[in-house]
């Protein structure tokens, strides 16, 4: 045999082995089975879900009052810090009094001045009406001094006035808070010229309680007002309570009570704009800040609920991947209703024996293997309130 022919034999049965292998390979792969898909499942929730909405919402302050000054002048003291709080009738500012204390000397001088001539005048019509008694003068000049005494007391009652409003300006040259609050940190420095009724010194506001401020549609007023005012036994549950979020997603401890509503819908926007009153004892809740204002409805009983991230949506059509009694996955589609929390509750497409899936959805098809884990709202954090930390996501 050539060396030639012993090449090609080589050639040859190397090709036979490698074929004999991939065809071990592919039988061993036969004799094991598809692969199970690992996913997480949960049973589907039944149980009285009251439903809430969310709005928008910012803190006002219950009461806020620009401090102006009621006299002009240079401001020479200043008694308090911006941002500091501060209790009713303590004295804010100063301001340069000189001028008004020269005015309360001049109109004190004034009324003194007037007032001697008004004693002048009653001893001389005193004098006048016992010579008039005698019939030494005639009674003109009696009538005449009369007169000039009624005169010169409404010169006195003029000048006491004025003098009065000397004093209070005077008094007015010390600003101080009309109520107990914070300020805020615009405050004017000392050396400002403020002018009477015009130049903010600064803004005070209440702390404890505060507003939230925020806006419903037409729809949701008659869904949490209208039928409660046909509800006499809602409308006996006194005012509508509401809870707020914050924008660290913290759920503030305090709940609050709608106490404000507008008279009419924005022609705008269409909306009704709503006050809610909180407590703020420890001052967490500053005029400015946002918060998601969450309105609590009608409680909807034995309601079904299904985790957000079991949700899939293909198009115009909304279904759940479910574990079967074969153990593969079975798509259903569903009609979803309102969001609660974490979940959504579905109106139509499953039962409350029914285990949807909530992990392992990525590459997840209708009629696959699964190797399911059941798993627990706690275990996978749902819940029924509100919360930014759970992923909506599939």
Do not use: W
């Amino acid at each position: 045999m050539t060396n030639g022919k012993k090449k090609l034999l080589g050639m040859a049965l190397s090709a036979m082995l490698a074929a004999g292998i991939f065809a071990g390979c592919g039988g061993q792969q036969a004799q094991q089975g598809p692969q199970k898909t690992p996913v997480k499942a949960m049973k589907v929730l039944k149980q009285d879900t009251p439903l809430t909405t969310e709005f928008a919402g910012q803190v006002r302050g219950k009461d806020e009052v620009k401090i102006l000054p009621k006299v002009s002048g240079a401001i020479v003291e200043k008694y308090v810090q911006g941002g500091q709080s501060v209790n009713e009738g303590q004295p804010l500012y100063r301001i340069d009094s000189r001028q008004y204390e020269a005015a309360v000397l001049s109109a004190q001088a004034t009324l003194a001045q007037s007032q001697a001539t008004l004693d002048n005048a009653i001893i001389d019509l005193q004098r006048d009406e016992e010579l008039l008694a005698s019939d030494a003068i005639a009674e003109q000049t009696v009538t005449t001094q009369r007169a000039k005494v009624h005169e010169y007391e409404a010169v006195v009652a003029a000048n006491a006035a004025l003098l009065k409003k000397a004093n209070d300006d005077l008094d007015d040259t010390v600003v101080y808070a009309p109520m107990h609050g914070r300020i805020d940190v615009n405050d004017v420095a000392v050396g400002t010229y403020a002018v009477s009724g015009q130049t903010t010194l600064m803004t005070i506001g209440t702390v404890d309680p505060v507003y939230v401020q925020f806006s419903i549609s037409e729809t949701e007023y008659l869904k949490y007002f209208g039928l409660a005012q046909k509800n006499a036994q809602y409308a006996n549950e006194g005012p509508v309570m509401v809870s707020i979020t914050l924008t660290d997603g913290g759920m503030y401890p305090q709940k609050g009570q709608i106490v404000q509503a507008d008279r009419a819908l924005s022609e705008n926007t269409g909306t009704l704009t709503l006050k809610a009153l909180f407590p703020n004892p420890s001052g967490v809740l500053l005029p400015g800040m946002f918060a998601r204002v969450r309105l609590s409805g009608e409680t909807v009983p034995n309601a079904l609920l299904v985790p957000q991230r079991a949700i899939q949506q293909v198009l115009d059509k909304t279904f759940v991947l479910v574990v079967g009694d074969d153990g593969k996955s079975q798509a259903r589609s569903v009609e979803l209703g309102e969001k609660v929390g974490s979940y959504y509750i579905v109106r139509r497409g499953v039962t409350e024996n029914d285990n949807v899936i909530v992990e392992g959805l990525t590459k997840l098809q209708d009629g696959m293997d699964l190797q399911v884990t059941t798993v627990t709202p706690d275990q996978m954090g749902f819940v029924l309130e509100a919360s930014p930390s759970v992923s909506d996501r599939k």
